[in-house]
């Protein structure tokens, strides 16, 4: 038993840093960074390097059955057994399923598979918040620009973002077109310290409204650069405005000839690994940009909910029969009647789109714990209990079949025109920035020692009595 070094791709973020994972054994020792220019150069976060702890501890090893309010322990065919009588007597109209920030490709392809096919249920979402999502065309929800392109912006302007947490590598990017270029940096809200000088507005929406009918100085900011850069942030995303401020600005773009074929200014900061995949699979069900099946799991709509390492979902569980499926003893599994074992992504193969929209493939370091499975397997075995047919017959057949539908999917999506979204209401509110918790943004964070310890020192770190 001896050390091994794998190459992979790390998942703390949407960056999709290039890295190495070092085992032994089991056990994930340690992560480093590998060169890639276009991505993370030589770099990676302070998290990707020392989170990995967080791959040994609270794992799920076995599946569990909730009786009584405790969980016990079961083997796979009889949790298999209860889910199918479950499934077979709901109605799929009453069956949902949503899905994770860990999740490759393959097993959202099989999961939406599942729900499509063995289901009958289009009841499948990977957002987890109210996120406005335009699908129509896929720069929707890029990072056009492309991370090595923000250093040849020669303005840049953040919108409901915060790049120090929410991407980063990506913010150090920011910071060295800053230094290489001394480009000019506009916040609208004031977000504190980000490496680099900023100016920043009062977070009012009405700005947008100013920059948009050309009566602000950002407008002629914008029409005078040559490679501008708008980088929208989640927060922008889920607030109220959100409509309002994306296809505003995206119009404001277009109308100023903008966006060519060689530069799209409009950037989306996705800070989840399985943001982008998830929405190029078509995992999401939307009216006018919002979330349908969020909203009615919300109003207590659905009988069965199966999460799918899904760990960050808000909701007032009523009489739900939830099925969560994934690696950690976190928040989806303390709400679920059945937990079913899953992988961490050093644990299995998986494809994972970057925020630029670029395809990259994470190796198997390691293996799952005793009888955790990696993902696609369980759902596949789960549509085996159900109907004796597997959806795919191999890893091979799965990956081969994913692939084809997202180049499908891709090369139809180049040859579409945008159309243009009329009808936008302004709101007169303050952008609010969702403060990311940094240091436990998802579960291998939560359960990583390390994390927790710098968690605790900067929540600590005024307590000393000498800053000023």
Same mark, same amino acid.
């Given at each position: 038993?001896?050390?091994k070094?794998?190459?992979?791709i790390?998942?703390? !973020?949407? #960056? ?5 994972v070092?085992t032994?054994?089991w +056990?994930?020792?340690?992560i480093?960074p590998?060169i890639?220019?276009?991505?993370? +150069? ?12 967080g791959? %040994?501890?609270?794992r799920? !090893?076995t599946?569990?059955?909730?009786y009584?309010g405790?969980f ?10 209860i #889910? ?10 009453? #069956? ?7 999740v490759?490709?393959e ?8 729900f ?8 499948v ?8 999502l ?8 890029l990072?056009n620009s492309k ?8 303005f840049?302007?953040l919108?409901?973002t915060n790049?120090?947490y929410e991407a980063?590598i990506?913010n150090?990017?920011i910071?060295k077109?800053?230094?290489q270029n001394?480009t ?8 504190g310290?980000?490496t $680099? ?5 009062d977070g ?6 100013k920059i ?8 002629? %900011?914008i ?5 501008p850069? #708008?980088?929208f942030g989640q ?12 296809e ?10 903008k966006t060519s074929?060689?530069?799209n ?5 996705s800070?989840d690994?399985a ?8 995992l $999401?069900k939307?009216?006018d940009g919002?979330?349908?099946?969020l909203?009615?799991?919300e109003?207590?709509k659905?009988?069965i909910v199966?999460?799918l390492?899904?760990d960050n979902?808000?909701f ?5 029969f939830?099925? $969560? ?6 928040k ?7 937990i079913l074992?899953?992988?961490a992504?050093?644990?299995q193969?998986g494809y994972?789109?970057?925020l630029?929209g670029?395809?990259?493939?994470a190796y198997?370091a390691? $293996? ?5 499975? +990696?993902d696609?397997?369980i759902i596949?075995?789960l ?6 047919r597997k959806?795919?017959n !191999?890893?091979g057949?799965? !990956?081969s079949?994913?692939l084809?539908q ?5 090369e139809k999506?180049?040859?579409l ?5 009329k009808?936008?209401?302004?709101v007169d509110?303050?952008?609010?920035i969702?403060?990311?918790d940094?240091y ?6 939560r359960?990583?020692k390390t994390m ?5 020192a900067?929540?600590?770190l005024k307590?000393?009595g000498?800053?000023g």
């Amino acid at each position: 038993m001896g050390t091994k070094k794998t190459e992979s791709i790390d998942v703390m !973020d949407a #960056i999709g840093s290039n890295i190495r994972v070092d085992t032994y054994g089991w +056990e994930v020792k340690r992560i480093l960074p590998r060169i890639n220019e276009d991505i993370n +150069e030589e770099w990676i976060s302070d998290k990707t390097r020392y989170a990995c702890d967080g791959l %040994l501890n609270q794992r799920l !090893d076995t599946p569990y059955i909730k009786y009584n309010g405790k969980f016990e322990k079961a083997s796979w065919s009889e949790v298999f057994n209860i #889910i199918k009588s479950k499934f077979k007597n709901a109605d799929k109209d009453k #069956i949902c399923g949503m899905t994770g920030d860990l999740v490759n490709m393959e097993t959202l392809y099989i999961f939406k598979e599942f729900f499509n096919k063995t289901l009958g249920s289009q009841n499948v979402e990977s957002r987890s918040d109210h996120i406005y999502l335009n699908a129509e065309k896929r720069e929707n929800y890029l990072f056009n620009s492309k991370i090595n392109g923000i250093e040849e912006s020669d303005f840049i302007f953040l919108v409901g973002t915060n790049p120090r947490y929410e991407a980063t590598i990506l913010n150090a990017r920011i910071r060295k077109s800053y230094l290489q270029n001394k480009t000019k940096i506009i916040s609208l809200n004031d977000i504190g310290d980000l490496t $680099y000088p900023y100016e920043s507005l009062d977070g009012n929406i009405g700005n947008i409204k100013k920059i948009i009918e050309d009566n602000h100085e950002i407008s002629k %900011l914008i029409k005078d650069a040559k490679k501008p850069l #708008i980088i929208f942030g989640q927060s922008a995303l889920k607030s109220k405005s959100a409509k309002y401020i994306f296809e505003s600005i995206k119009s404001f773009l277009d109308k100023n000839n903008k966006t060519s074929n060689e530069w799209n200014p409009l950037n989306i900061i996705s800070e989840d690994a399985a943001t982008v995949g998830g929405f190029d699979l078509g995992l $999401y069900k939307t009216e006018d940009g919002s979330n349908e099946v969020l909203k009615d799991l919300e109003d207590n709509k659905f009988e069965i909910v199966y999460l799918l390492g899904l760990d960050n979902l808000k909701f007032k569980k009523n009489n739900e029969f939830i099925i $969560y499926q994934g690696s950690h003893g976190d928040k989806g599994a303390e709400i679920a009647d059945i937990i079913l074992p899953g992988a961490a992504y050093t644990e299995q193969n998986g494809y994972f789109t970057n925020l630029e929209g670029k395809l990259q493939k994470a190796y198997k370091a390691s $293996y799952p714990p005793e009888d955790a499975k +990696e993902d696609w397997i369980i759902i596949n075995e789960l549509a085996e209990a159900m109907n004796h047919r597997k959806l795919f017959n !191999d890893k091979g057949e799965l !990956d081969s079949s994913m692939l084809n539908q997202l180049n499908l999917y891709i090369e139809k999506n180049n040859s579409l025109v945008s159309s243009e979204v009329k009808n936008l209401t302004f709101v007169d509110e303050s952008l609010k920035i969702n403060s990311e918790d940094y240091y436990y943004s998802n579960v291998i964070a939560r359960a990583s020692k390390t994390m927790f310890d710098c968690k605790s020192a900067k929540a600590n770190l005024k307590s000393t009595g000498t800053e000023g």
